[in-house]
């Protein structure tokens, strides 16, 4: 279903780091946290090296669609289930990971399946840096149940003591290595 998805809109949107050129103003996801992000402090976080943030825009108006954010993070060692941590180095307090921070949808866009597409170019994207750049996993830190659920269905797995969830780059390779 992705790959048709791609290929109907693959001349008409496209993925790239946030630009001014990109609207922000009327980007609404139904989330003031979210859209007062991608409207105030996106850019800020881009120059300040916090922060990279995607956006899925409309080529011809570069209408933002949806956007992600990623960033550098690590996750405690003492907080991974049991069956991980004891195949992780117990020289290390904190593991390296990758942030997917952030993640939203238009209303107009919701229910189209670009979520889906953000996602996975955000794991893809996470994956090729974790070769050249030291990360475990991915992390995301879902906004609310709904949120949570998303990434359920994507074989993230709840940190125990923690609303964040994790995705290991080793799955994600078995997904993107030919």
């Not at 946290?33 to 881009?46: E, T």
């Amino acid at each position: 279903m992705i790959i048709m998805l791609l290929s109907q809109i693959q001349n008409k949107i496209m993925i790239e780091l946030i630009d001014k050129k990109h609207k922000r103003k009327d980007f609404d996801c139904g989330n003031v946290f979210l859209n007062n992000y991608l409207k105030y402090q996106a850019g800020q976080d881009m120059k300040r090296k916090l922060s990279a943030c995607f956006v899925l825009a409309d080529k011809e108006i570069n209408t933002i669609l949806g956007f992600y954010t990623l960033s550098n993070n690590s996750i405690p060692l003492d907080i991974f289930p049991e069956q991980i941590k004891k195949k992780l180095p117990k020289s290390y307090k904190s593991i390296p990971a990758t942030l997917l921070g952030r993640l939203a949808i238009n209303k107009n866009s919701q229910g189209k399946g670009f979520g889906k597409f953000l996602l996975i170019d955000a794991l893809k994207r996470s994956y090729e840096i974790s070769r050249e750049v030291g990360s475990f996993a991915v992390v995301v830190d879902p906004i609310n149940k709904e949120a949570e659920m998303f990434y359920e269905k994507y074989s993230f797995i709840k940190l125990p003591d923690s609303e964040k969830m994790f995705i290991a780059i080793n799955t994600l390779k078995n997904l993107f290595d030919e």
